[in-house]
């Protein structure tokens, strides 16, 4: 007899931490469940999709790069916000069907910034991709002012920025110290620093001088929790949110939809432990 499961798709997607985070909420709810990893490249959506649909015990999964973006097209959207964003990284079962589509980054990056009191209306964003445009959304559901966006590709970062309708430029990494003055949110949502990936450019790191003396910095990197950007803004004085923290976040309303279970938040010492063991 099988048990209900979700799992974490992308490529590469070995060095995901979601599997501990699921695995570790549905132990202490002592409930029955597994969540997996599969590697999946972006062709293999489809079939995936239609494969876990006819399997009744697949509740749903989570997904990264680089799906994210292909998601938002293969999945059902009955809100509209996946379309929206662009983006989708959950994927559930519901009494709906099967096959719908949630962008749970939007509530990471939301309570990740609610830290930063009062919010920033000069914002730096690092990134073009699936993760970014759920950053941007949620600057431009909070309405935003001026938007600096960094990108590797600038004509996917201009086409990005033009939904934002905010002040602001998009700039090449070269150009970072510009985005970067005066900001009062620095936010990097690519995978740069991350282990096993492209280390972050020195100079992303040493644009962090040019911002607010109060700046918060968020790093969507978790492995390693510090990295070289936020070593740098520490040095700095600039306050700092790790990736754990955004990742335990948007882990928590995927949690929900795919096990019927709020997560158990009141471990969330415990698990932070865990997750930088």
């Not at 590697?39 to 994210?68: E, H, N």
């Not at 040019?210 to 520490?234: C, I, K």
């Not at 698990?271 to 930088?276: K, M, S």
Request: hydrophobic share 45%.
């Amino acid at each position: 007899m099988g048990v209900p499961y979700a799992e974490v798709i992308g490529d590469p997607v070995a060095h995901s931490k979601s599997p501990l985070i699921h695995k570790f909420w549905l132990e202490k709810l002592a409930r029955k469940g597994d969540f997996r990893v599969l590697r999946l490249a972006p062709g293999g959506l489809s079939a995936y999709l239609a494969s876990r649909c006819s399997d009744p015990f697949w509740r749903g999964c989570s997904v990264t790069a680089p799906l994210k973006e292909r998601a938002a097209r293969a999945v059902s959207d009955p809100t509209g916000v996946c379309r929206r964003i662009g983006a989708a990284n959950a994927i559930f079962r519901s009494p709906l069907g099967c096959g719908i589509g949630a962008n749970t980054d939007l509530h990471g990056i939301a309570a990740a910034l609610a830290r930063s009191d009062p919010p920033a209306e000069r914002v730096c964003l690092i990134g073009s991709g699936g993760a970014a445009r759920a950053a941007l959304e949620y600057l431009r559901l909070r309405g935003t002012r001026h938007v600096s966006l960094v990108a590797r590709d600038l004509d996917k970062g201009r086409v990005l920025h033009r939904r934002l309708a905010a002040a602001g430029d998009v700039h090449s990494f070269e150009q970072a110290s510009a985005a970067m003055a005066g900001a009062g949110w620095v936010i990097n949502a690519t995978p740069l620093g991350m282990d096993g990936s492209v280390a972050t450019p020195a100079s992303l790191v040493d644009a962090l001088a040019a911002t607010d003396a109060a700046a918060l910095v968020l790093d969507m990197v978790y492995s390693p929790h510090e990295t070289a950007l936020l070593r740098r803004a520490s040095e700095l004085g600039r306050k700092t949110v790790d990736g754990l923290t955004m990742l335990i976040e948007q882990a928590a309303p995927a949690f929900e939809l795919f096990f019927g279970a709020a997560a158990p938040r009141q471990h969330d010492g415990e698990l932070r432990q865990a997750l930088e063991a």
